[in-house]
């Protein structure tokens, strides 16, 4: 079973930052969409940064600006660069990516791809913010 793994969350104050990382096989680079989401306690999973394969990027309007995604298809790891964290930021995050070879032209990027559409997930990492 194909596993990502997360790494770098942590407890932090209110406008501190956190550089979350994703390993993956190299293969998985190959993926149409890799990206980053996030669940809080009682709340649904949800997408806060993509990166599509030629490297375009998308953010959910909530982290603009604070949040950056990137990637290193050599060293097969992602990233998510978040600044300015708030309280509500607080939630465990996860990296994911579509099947690889499939592709996903149809979206205008690969922040509008269903949740369900990403096969692959890593098993979380803790952010926590406090005020």
């Given at each position: 079973q194909v596993q990502l793994v997360e790494s770098g969350g942590g407890s932090v104050q209110s406008g501190g930052s956190l550089r979350?990382?994703?390993?993956a096989p190299?293969?998985?680079?190959?993926?149409?969409?890799?990206?980053w989401f996030r669940q809080a306690p009682g709340k649904e999973r949800e997408g806060v940064a993509a990166i599509?394969?030629?490297?375009s990027t998308s953010y959910a309007d909530s982290v603009k600006g604070r949040f950056t995604i990137s990637q290193d298809n050599a060293k097969n790891m992602m990233w998510l660069q978040i600044n300015s964290l708030k309280p509500?930021?607080?939630?465990?995050?996860?990296?994911?990516?579509?099947?690889?070879?499939?592709?996903?032209g149809g979206f205008?990027?690969?922040?509008?791809v269903?949740?369900?559409d990403y096969?692959?997930?890593g098993q979380g990492t803790q952010v926590t913010v406090s005020s």
């Amino acid at each position: 079973q194909v596993q990502l793994v997360e790494s770098g969350g942590g407890s932090v104050q209110s406008g501190g930052s956190l550089r979350l990382s994703c390993a993956a096989p190299g293969y998985i680079y190959s993926s149409y969409c890799m990206a980053w989401f996030r669940q809080a306690p009682g709340k649904e999973r949800e997408g806060v940064a993509a990166i599509d394969n030629d490297g375009s990027t998308s953010y959910a309007d909530s982290v603009k600006g604070r949040f950056t995604i990137s990637q290193d298809n050599a060293k097969n790891m992602m990233w998510l660069q978040i600044n300015s964290l708030k309280p509500e930021d607080t939630a465990t995050y996860y990296c994911a990516a579509t099947l690889e070879g499939k592709s996903y032209g149809g979206f205008a990027h690969c922040g509008a791809v269903p949740l369900a559409d990403y096969s692959y997930w890593g098993q979380g990492t803790q952010v926590t913010v406090s005020s």
